[in-house]
């Protein structure tokens, strides 16, 4: 069974700084997608970036990027210029391709301050 | 993209009474959705996976007689929350196509 791991249960960053969560999986699988949600308090889970496990090239979506380190089981996301909108729970998911059940991390939650 | 719209958002229930949650693929077919519950301050949970035309497949631990779900066409899935206690008090999400979330439900039952 796959497993998602997120070691920090909170951080905290500056606005305008950077801050990097952290999320470390298990999976035998070869084919497989990554993903980091935000939760904000109304719930909605919101789609911040993926990663398909087959590309080598790390995603990014604006002020979001991740590192993928495939052999290490790693995906980290960094939020660059951090703004207090940033401010919410994240979670790393493990989506198995070919079941297209999605394994949750524990999640992480972003303190932005002012 | 692929939208996902989850309906009611929020219900208060009585204890011993049933609830049905709405979860429908606006835009796509979703021959296979899937249904998490969430305790606050915690992670996502899958109950169960919801398969158009044929039985639900169960994560262990849930209870399929309380946790009825159907998946009668390609656009909608529903789970049922049967004789709900204080205990089933929960956010409950549905989502399909690997990452499109509903909005979730808050359900309380009293």
């Known amino acids: 069974a796959q497993t998602v791991t997120q070691s920090q249960p909170e951080m905290s960053v500056q606005e305008a700084e950077t801050v990097t969560l952290s999320c470390t999986y298990d999976t035998s699988e070869s084919d497989y997608y990554l993903f980091w949600y935000k939760q904000p308090p109304s719930r909605q889970m919101i789609l911040v970036i993926r990663q398909e496990a087959y590309k080598q090239q790390n995603a990014t979506e604006n002020r979001f990027s991740v590192n993928f380190q495939k052999a290490a089981k790693s995906f980290s996301l960094k939020i660059s210029d951090s703004q207090l909108g940033d401010a919410a729970m994240y979670f790393c998911?493990?989506?198995?391709?070919?079941?297209?059940?999605?394994?949750f991390g524990d999640g992480t939650t972003l303190t932005v301050k002012p | 993209g692929a939208v996902v719209s989850q309906h009611p958002s929020w219900v208060i229930c009585k204890s011993g009474t049933s609830v049905k949650i709405e979860c429908r693929s606006l835009d796509f077919q979703a021959t296979t959705m899937f249904w998490y519950r969430q305790f606050p301050k915690q992670s996502l949970m899958l109950m169960a996976t919801?398969?158009?035309?044929?039985?639900?497949?169960?994560e262990q631990g849930v209870e399929k007689d309380k946790f009825l779900i159907n998946h009668a066409s390609l656009t909608l899935s529903t789970l049922t929350v049967t004789s709900a206690h204080p205990e089933d008090s929960s956010f409950y999400i549905c989502?399909?196509?690997?990452?499109?979330f509903g909005s979730g439900t808050r359900l309380t039952v009293v």
């Open positions: 989502s399909a196509a690997g990452y499109t």
């Open positions: 919801s398969n158009e035309g044929s039985k639900a497949t169960y």
């Open positions: 998911a493990y989506l198995n391709t070919n079941a297209g059940k999605s394994t």
